[in-house]
Each structure stands twice: as structure tokens, then as C-alpha cells.
């Protein structure tokens, strides 16, 4: 580095200055305007220009002030994306895809929680759409339908875990139902006809499709559907942990559980060890999500795996498909089954 570049940034650290588009501008030897087009890719400039400009940004260290771009263009380069618990193993899987997915389009993610509550979703809203946001990432929602299609009037909108038809909106819909009777349907296949299930929110889209498929798969076999086998959680660990005990206490005689989601199932083999019950020996257990921890539990979950990735990074996709006006064609993989030793045919 020659002397004077040194002292040129030392002089700057010490005075606590900025470098300025102007100073980019006339180290490049070119008008302020033409830095201003080749950062915002806004025109096209001479490659001669382009070169003078990125050498002089290098030189200076220059860093775009990305307030005053998205300003200038009209844009605040950020997505609103709207979890409903941001401590999820779930969730957080998803949000460092749509993250990292955002970054890449250079646009960053606002990460609000809803809590699975309508009234703060809609604050979640508000307060994403007053920080200008070009579109809203919503991760499950609660919210009615009619109200997603009202809010993508004002910006476009991703939707995962259900499907919602609207203009600008995508749904990045995985098919719970099928998850689930794929989960249900091995647990037959292994011999099980007394199967409890630990259902999720009865009002959750994810759920009434999950047991949408528990009780197709039981008609499909030919199986009475009982009400007394199945247990409504929360999807939390504890709230599989004491729907487990429920189940127990009322004494119902089942060979084998399915829950809706992973961490009910954590709680459920929780329960179960409490009670002297051995998994798979005595009852062989079935989760949903396939989360990283779930190979590594006591025994490894069989689960219905989804790539949590996958869901993330189509969700980003998609919005910037959106926001460009370009029709978004990102897809998930169907589920798949995660077999393991949780699970083992039924004794005759």
C-alpha cells in the first residue's frame, strides 16, 4: 500500500470521517450520478467506468449507506417475516434459510413473532408494514384467509404450511396430510391397529390436515377411528409429555402413537419412560418434522422428515420471484420417512 493511501485512511479513522460518494466519484475520476448508477445497477456504464469506480471503492473502503439507496430507489431492501415462536428448533431451521436466502438478493429479513395469536400477528403486521417492507413472509399463519388476501393488495405475500389463492401471493405448501398418513400407514404396515395419536392445535391448519391424514389412513385399512386414542398438545415437548399422560391415565390399551409433531413426541417417550413403558418394545412411536435432534434421542425417532431448509429457502425465493414481478416456481419435496429404532412390527 503507497504511503499516502496509509495516511489517507488513517486520517479519516482519526477524524472519525466518512467516505463520501463524492470522494468515490473524484478518486474514479467520474460524476457522483455515474457511482450513484453503477451501485444501483440502474444503467448501464462503460466497463471502463465500472472498473475505475470498484478499484476507488476498494481503495477508500467505501461502504454504501444502505439507507439513503433504498431511499433514493423507492425501496427498503428489507422482507417482514412473521414466526409464530422464534425458540423453535422447527422454526429456527427455517429462518436461517429464509435469512440467508434474503442475503443473497441482497435484502434483509425482519423477524417478528406471532405466538400463535391472531390479534398479535395482525400487530406483527402493522409494525413490519410501517417499517416499509417490500413483502411479508408469513410462517404458519393463524390468520383467516380473507385476511392474507387483503394484506397482499399491499405487498406481496409467501404463505407457508397451508395454501391460499390470491394474486400475489405463493404458498409454499407442504402436504401435511400426506405426511401423516404416511406415518400412519408404516405403523399399520408393522402391524398396529390400536394406534393413539397426539394431535396438535385443533384450530392449527398444520394440524386439522395431520389428523386429516391419521384418520384417512385408519378408514383406508379399514380401522374404527376412536376418539379415546388421541390426545390434543400444543406441538411443545411438554405438551406431548402431558398428553401422553392423559392417554395413560384413562387406561386405553394402544400397541403404538403417532404425534403431530417431534417435540410431542419427545415428551410422549418422556412420559412413557416415566411410566415403565419401553419404546419400541411395549409401544412403538412415530413423530412428524424430523428435526436434527430427532436421530439422536433415546431411541432415534422414526419421524416424518420434511427438508426444514428446503421450506426456508423456497419461502425466500419466492418472495424475491415477487417482488421482481416474476412468478415464483420454487417447490418443496414431498415428505419421506425417516425410519428408526423407535418403531418395530407388533408381536403376534
Not at 199 to 206: E, Q, Y
Not at 234 to 240: L, P, R
Amino acid at each position: 500500500m503507497r504511503r499516502s493511501d496509509l495516511e489517507r485512511r488513517v486520517t479519516l479513522a482519526a477524524t472519525g470521517s466518512a467516505v463520501t460518494l463524492e470522494m468515490v466519484a473524484q478518486e474514479a475520476g467520474v460524476s457522483p450520478s455515474t457511482v450513484s448508477r453503477i451501485l444501483n445497477g440502474t444503467a448501464r456504464v462503460r466497463e471502463s467506468k465500472v472498473r475505475a469506480v470498484n478499484a476507488a471503492i476498494s481503495k477508500l473502503q467505501f461502504m454504501p449507506n444502505p439507507v439513503a439507496r433504498s431511499l433514493a430507489g423507492g425501496k427498503s431492501m428489507s422482507v417482514g417475516v412473521v414466526i409464530q415462536t422464534l425458540d423453535s428448533p422447527f422454526y429456527g431451521g427455517a429462518l436461517a434459510a429464509i435469512e440467508k436466502g434474503l442475503m443473497r438478493a441482497s435484502y434483509s429479513g425482519l423477524f417478528v413473532s406471532g405466538h400463535w395469536r391472531e390479534s398479535d400477528e395482525r400487530r406483527c403486521i402493522d409494525h413490519l408494514l410501517s417499517r416499509r417492507v417490500e413483502g411479508i413472509i408469513l410462517v404458519t399463519s393463524c390468520l383467516p384467509d380473507q385476511e392474507i388476501v387483503h394484506l397482499s393488495r399491499t405487498v406481496p405475500v409467501v404463505l407457508t404450511g397451508r395454501s391460499v389463492v390470491g394474486e400475489r401471493i405463493y404458498s409454499v405448501d407442504v402436504d401435511s396430510t400426506q405426511g401423516a398418513r404416511l406415518a400412519t400407514d408404516y405403523l399399520i404396515g408393522q402391524g398396529h391397529d390400536r394406534i393413539a395419536y397426539i394431535a396438535g392445535p385443533v384450530d392449527h391448519p398444520d394440524a386439522i390436515q395431520r389428523m386429516s391424514g391419521y384418520k384417512a389412513s385408519l378408514a383406508a385399512h379399514r380401522i374404527p377411528f376412536s376418539k379415546k386414542l388421541v390426545s390434543v398438545g400444543d406441538y411443545s415437548d411438554a405438551g406431548g409429555h402431558a398428553a401422553m399422560v392423559r392417554l395413560l391415565d384413562a387406561g386405553e390399551k394402544f400397541t403404538a402413537v403417532f404425534a403431530a409433531n417431534d417435540q410431542s413426541a419427545y415428551g410422549a417417550m418422556l412420559a412413557l419412560y416415566r411410566r415403565g413403558v419401553k419404546v419400541p418394545q411395549d409401544v412403538s412411536v412415530v413423530g412428524f418434522d424430523d428435526l436434527l435432534t430427532s436421530a439422536f434421542t433415546i431411541p432415534p425417532l422414526t419421524t416424518v422428515h420434511r427438508s426444514i431448509d428446503g421450506i426456508g429457502e423456497c419461502a425466500a425465493e419466492a418472495m424475491i420471484d415477487l417482488i421482481a414481478g416474476r412468478a415464483p416456481v420454487a417447490k418443496v419435496s414431498s415428505a419421506t420417512l425417516a425410519i428408526r429404532e423407535s418403531t418395530r412390527p407388533i408381536r403376534a
